[in-house]
Nanobody
Framework: QVQLVESGGGLVHPGGTMRLSCAASGFTIELYEMSWFRQAPGAEREMVARSINFGGRNEYADSVKGRFTISRDRTKNTVYLQMDSLKPEDTGVYYC??????????WGQGTQVTVSL
């Protein structure tokens, strides 16, 4: 059974840091494009970071470049999103997403991140 389980969300002050984890089961992330999306209240879901492959090719939304870092741990079959210098506009539900052309797409259940004083 394919499953993505996010963790690590919560409340953080502006300027703070947070690391999200996405533990995958039922497939190996090595074969998939892995991404983090977020959805703010009243807004559409947007991609914030994408890991194309284990070769290190990553892409980021302009709003998070230089502050967020996506990474993978092959041994733990887990994807991470390190978030630094957090801003109130980073608040939202963060979702892990796995995609493999010709196979399928999978979403996690999401984890809430709130950046506030």
């Amino acid at each position: 059974q394919v499953q993505l389980v996010e963790s690590g969300g919560g409340l953080v002050h502006p300027g703070g840091t947070m690391r999200l984890s996405c533990a995958a089961s039922g497939f190996t992330i090595e074969l998939y494009e892995m991404s983090w999306f977020r959805q703010a209240p009243g807004a559409e879901r947007e991609m914030v970071a994408r890991s194309i492959n284990f070769g290190g090719r990553n892409e980021y939304a302009d709003s998070v470049k230089g502050r967020f870092t996506i990474s993978r741990d092959r041994t733990k079959n887990t994807v991470y999103l390190q978030m630094d210098s957090l801003k109130p506009e980073d608040t939202g539900v963060y979702y892990c997403f796995a995609r493999k052309s010709g196979v399928g797409n999978y979403w996690g259940q999401g984890t809430q991140v709130t950046v506030s004083l």
